[in-house]
């Protein structure tokens, strides 16, 4: 899609001194902005560092489990925890999130009071609280799940409330990019005679994959950081996440439950899992870059 | 115009933190630390405001390991701790203002009356794992534990002589809050909470239920608890004229009726 | 016959989608209405929040927007504006700062929390206070507002580029004058995203705007947030469910208004700007 990658530059060069002066200034905040990364990222090292040197890093990797008031840090199965989360929940919310956002765009009239109804909820439920949703997690959902398989607070409530909490970014950045396709390129392959379906599945959302991607990105990144909601549904027991059943702590509740009461090597260690979280993340917005090949990230 | 709007905020900026250096007046305290103690605090704050005219005093909160941080490091000029101070904390001086006892609950349709020290430790193990072998009814048990580093678990496991390791626990929970909604939720479940919320929750008609704890029914009104803590406020050093008077406040029987407010045992005279 | 299958099976998730969300709507409405009153959102709180009002904790709320808004918009659009007109195809510069602002995006809120802790109350030494409050929460939804701004500026057809530079524009004036203005939609999305992340936010401003619930009386006041409050009254308050159900049905009507206020605004002002172009 040559029509998403132009820009100015792409079209001549910057004759003009005003907007020299706009680039060198719009630069300036760019770099500004990307300063706040590594601001952040020497922060949590420096508060990291005790736990990493005289070989602390070495107990998160061959120490079996998390029993800080017994010195073990074994961090693993924390990080697959928050690994299945994020991606049963992205799973589960990738499908539904689209397919808001496609009715939304061409099946109801935009104008339409249903849809107006349906954007306001949308953009409600991506302003509510996550402890609010954890509320209704721990006295609705979990009571649920226990039902089936005691105790409730487990890998699959968490996944279903991250699943939640994260639709509304999917469906309203995949709309505002389904919105955002020339009407054109729509007309032009119902011209050719293809069925809604068609133009749906093969143009539109084509069409929008990079806004439909960056909003998933956005999301799968919200998911493995989201804190409170996963805090009051997963159980937090520290265990690898072997049934969709099984209760398991998250690295972000982790942080939040003992960050408050931590001391030396144990704080340490709990900066040292958000620099890993940070890193998580990271890669996955890399790897994300090199699958989306030129289109996203050039 | 975003242009002018940034440069706004940049001399805003500056503005503003220039004022940042009178933050310790002499009419200022600043107290942070532990969650449990902090809504105390803040209301004898409140009133302690409204007593004397013109001081302000801002309650932070953020956990026991802050209160003694920031006031070993001069960040705060009161500490909140709600534990008794350990050995390697003995630069700090501990004032307590109140006890909050621990007693375990169950769910409300849990047909379970007593439990000895015993029985809880073989719980806790997983050596006990359904109601039916106590006498109960066919249901899985749901062990609910705290997380590392609260002091409601240290004490917990020091009552009971146990290892945090050796606990299968099935939920492990951060507030105490959040201990009463999930044995609320799960009918197997059993957990440990502070006494004096359990207590009104079960007024309240939460479907939660007290345990005795070896044979003691443990409650707030007759100071009966096996498994006590004291909430202090610490400060390093010789505490402020404001400090010691505010301290000196927070322990005296005016407060009382707050601390009951809160449901934490009130010192005895 | 394809066609009906699929559009029964989208519609049918759509319906489910909103049905959930109408039960977490409801469960909240019908939990908080009784407690909701007049004198609750003009009174002060009383007794940890259990009674009393939320009057104060409002409007901290508000100041603490209104300073994440004002920082992150500016700068936000700046940003979008840079990387989508200013940055060729695999610049190395745009790249890093692409991936860059994705990782931002990814970072817990709670480690912004303990960044803006260290950062803007400790070394600032802004305190706790409702401006390192805003500035923390500025950090957090900066990445979200650019990635959507910038993605919405892409989309804007390029004869409209052409357009303008055949007609003499300088750029500076095409941005102002017809670019920012089609991308309305996605900077009302970014914007709408980032208000109701700010609002919803715990974690990051327990240690930065703080726990005091009295009236802030400036920028630099230390002043409780909404989220902070219903998750100190559900989880740390005994007895406080009633009033946590209450301020949360406050902070969705609040939220309500917020979405139809920045709709409102950018229709006026870049409604106006295609207008006179």
């Known amino acids: 899609m040559a029509l998403l990658k132009t820009s100015f530059l792409f079209l001549s060069s910057l004759k003009h001194q005003p907007d020299r002066t706009l680039s060198f200034f719009l630069a300036i905040l760019a770099a500004l902005s990307g300063l706040l990364l590594l601001l952040v990222i020497l922060f949590l090292a420096k508060e990291a560092w005790p736990g990493l040197t005289n070989g602390g890093w070495r107990s998160f990797l061959t120490h079996k489990s998390w029993y800080p008031l017994e010195g073990m840090f074994g961090i693993f199965p924390m990080i697959w925890a928050s690994l299945a989360m994020m991606f049963g929940a992205v799973l589960i919310a990738i499908p539904l999130g689209l397919s808001a956002a496609i009715v939304m765009r061409f099946y109801i009239p935009p104008t339409s009071l249903l849809a107006q109804a349906y954007r306001l909820i ?120 072997d049934s969709l059943f099984a209760p398991v702590r998250a690295l972000t509740a982790n942080i939040a439950l003992e960050m408050a009461y931590a001391t030396s090597f144990h704080r340490a260690s709990l900066f040292a899992s958000g620099l ?12 994300a870059s090199r699958n989306m090949g030129n289109n996203h990230y050039g | ?30 107290i942070t630390g532990s969650s449990t103690v902090a809504p105390l605090a803040l209301e004898i704050a409140k009133l302690f405001e409204n007593n004397n005219p013109g001081i302000r005093i801002d309650v932070q909160t953020g956990g026991s390991s802050r209160g003694i941080n920031d006031a070993r490091m001069g960040l705060a000029n009161i500490g909140m701790v709600s534990r008794a101070l350990k050995p390697a904390e003995s630069d700090l001086t501990p004032f307590t ?67 945090n390791s050796q606990i299968k626990a099935h939920v492990v929970i951060g507030d105490n809050q959040q201990g009463i909604k999930t044995v609320s939720g799960t009918p197997g479940a059993i957990g440990y909470v502070s006494i004096g919320t359990a207590e009104y929750e079960e007024k309240q008609g939460t479907p939660i239920r007290l345990l005795p704890l070896a044979g003691v029914s443990a409650s707030v009104r007759d100071g009966v608890f096996p498994l006590s803590r004291p909430l202090n406020l610490v400060t390093k050093g010789k505490p402020s004229l404001l400090a010691k008077r505010f301290i000196g406040f927070a322990q005296s029987a005016e407060v009382h009726g707050l601390v009951k407010n809160q449901f934490f045992v009130p010192l005895k005279p | 016959m394809a066609d009906q299958i699929f559009k029964a099976v989208i519609l049918a998730c759509t319906a489910f989608i909103g049905l959930v969300f109408l039960w977490i709507l409801g469960e909240v409405v019908v939990k908080g209405i009784s407690h909701l009153s007049f ?7 009383v007794n940890s929040g259990r009674a009393g009002g939320i009057a104060p904790i409002l409007v901290s709320t508000l100041m603490i927007i209104i300073v994440a808004v004002s920082v992150s918009v500016p700068l936000g659009l700046g940003v979008a504006v840079w990387l989508s007109e200013f940055t060729k195809q ?94 309305t939609p996605a900077i009302i999305a970014g914007l709408v995203l980032g208000i109701g992340r700010a609002t919803a936010e715990t974690a990051a401003l327990i240690f930065t705007s703080g726990y005091v619930d009295r009236m802030p009386e400036s920028f630099m006041d230390s002043g409780r947030a909404l989220a902070v409050h219903i998750y100190d009254l559900s989880m740390n308050v005994t ?39």
């Open chain 1, 122 to 241: 949308l953009g409600l439920l991506a302003g509510i609280p996550s402890v609010v949703y954890g509320l209704w997690g721990l006295t609705v959902l979990v009571p649920l799940i226990g039902q089936l398989h005691p105790p409730g607070a487990s890998l699959l409530a968490a996944i279903l409330i991250l699943a939640l909490m994260i639709l509304p970014t999917i469906a309203l950045t995949a709309l505002a990019a389904l919105e955002a396709i020339p009407k054109t390129i729509l007309s032009g392959a119902a011209a050719l005679g293809m069925s809604q379906k068609g133009q749906i599945l093969s143009v539109a959302l084509p069409a929008a994959r990079m806004g439909i991607i960056g909003g998933i990105l956005l999301s799968m990144a919200r998911a493995l950081g989201e804190t409170m909601a996963v805090l009051m549904v997963a159980g937090n027991v520290v265990q690898n996440p």
């Open chain 1, 276 to 287: 890993l979280l940070t890193f998580l993340v990271f890669l996955l917005s890399w790897f």
């Open chain 2, 1 to 30: 115009m975003f242009v002018n709007l940034k440069l706004v905020w940049l001399v805003t900026l500056l503005f503003f933190s220039s004022f940042s250096t009178t933050m310790a007046a002499d009419n200022r305290l600043v």
């Open chain 2, 97 to 163: 203002i109140a006890m909050d006892g621990i007693g375990m609950i169950v769910h409300k349709s849990n047909n379970i009356k007593t439990l000895s020290n015993a029985q809880i430790i073989a719980i806790y193990k997983g050596k006990i794992t359904n109601w039916k072998q106590l006498g109960g009814s066919d249901l899985a048990i749901s062990v609910v534990n705290k997380a590392e580093g609260r002091s409601t678990l240290e004490l917990f496991l020091k009552h009971f002589s146990l290892k």
């Open chain 3, 39 to 45: 004198s609750f959102l003009f009174d002060a709180p």
């Open chain 3, 90 to 183: 695999g610049q190395k510069f745009a790249t890093s700062t692409r991936l860059t602002l994705d990782v931002l995006a990814g970072i817990p809120s709670i480690v912004y929390g303990l960044f803006g802790n260290a950062f803007f109350c400790i070394y600032l030494g802004l305190g706790f206070s409702i401006l390192s409050g805003g500035l923390t929460l500025a950090c957090m939804i900066l990445p979200i507002f650019i990635r959507t701004c910038e993605m919405g500026l892409r989309t804007v057809n390029d004869s409209w580029r052409k357009g303008a530079l055949a007609l003499g524009m300088t750029r500076t004036a095409a941005i102002w004058h017809i670019l920012l203005p089609s991308a």
């Open chain 3, 239 to 277: 007895g406080g469910d009633h009033a946590a159900y209450a301020t949360a049905l406050t902070l969705i009507i609040l939220i309500v208004f917020f979405n139809i206020m920045a709709q409102f605004m950018m229709d006026q002002w870049l409604g106006r700007k295609v207008l006179s172009s």
